[in-house]
């Protein structure tokens, strides 16, 4: 072979080897791109899972707090306003008189309650004359601060429990009379407040009862079934 042959042999060979260096070049950065676009594809998904824990707090934000005290209607919350107002008042009086006394509300049936708690019965009176009269004027203060009338109960002493359970007993009396004469029945004259009272428990015994007369003498009368 001649040596311009051989050389032209040479350098198609030379060619042959730079093309699959080339190639293998080409391939090569092909290879190194890949992980770049897992990298890519794991950003993403680190993005995603921002996200969802960005979600997830928003819903645990969403979620009642535990323990938080349960809301109140606006009726409940009305009536803690009137307990509220009726014990400063009673407070302030209880400063002024110079007596000892913790003082409790609480709601019942429809009406805010405030207790007064002493062992002085100064503040009661006579058949709970003054006590009647301090409810009139906490009453007033309520009113006075809110614009509306109230239906406020104030118990001086347990004087009113005291008060309950009597009239209960003397209902109880009155409905074993009237069961077994099968009569009506006529109490001693009481005040609206112990009437209701009366007429709840005979009531509940299953009878009739009604009022009669003008106050401050109005009673209740217990009634026989029929």
């Given at each position: ?10 350098v ?59 809301r ?70 309520v ?59 005979v ?23 029929g």
């Amino acid at each position: 072979m001649s040596e311009d042959v051989q050389t032209a042999s040479q350098v198609d060979a030379d060619v042959e080897v730079t093309e699959v260096e080339a190639a293998e070049a080409a391939s090569s950065d092909a290879e190194v791109e890949v992980p770049h676009a897992e990298g890519t594809e794991a950003e993403a998904t680190d993005g995603e899972r921002s996200e969802q824990a960005a979600e997830a707090a928003e819903g645990d934000e969403e979620e009642p707090a535990e323990g938080s005290a349960p809301r109140v209607s606006k009726r409940e919350e009305s009536l803690n306003n009137e307990g509220e107002i009726a014990a400063d008042y009673l407070e302030e009086l209880l400063d002024i008189a110079d007596l000892d006394g913790d003082i409790d509300t609480f709601n019942e049936s429809g009406r805010a309650h405030v207790s007064v708690i002493t062992d002085s019965e100064v503040l009661v009176g006579k058949d709970g004359e003054v006590l009647d009269a301090l409810q009139e004027l906490a009453r007033l203060a309520v009113m006075t601060e809110t614009g509306h009338r109230s239906r406020l109960m104030l118990d001086i002493a347990g004087y009113r429990d005291k008060q309950r359970r009597s009239l209960q007993d003397l209902a109880a009396d009155a409905i074993s009379e009237v069961e077994s004469t099968g009569e009506p029945v006529r109490l001693s004259p009481m005040n609206p407040y112990q009437r209701k009272i009366v007429h709840d428990a005979v009531a509940a015994a299953g009878l009739s009862s009604e009022s009669e007369g003008e106050e401050p003498r109005r009673r209740v009368v217990v009634l026989p079934k029929g």
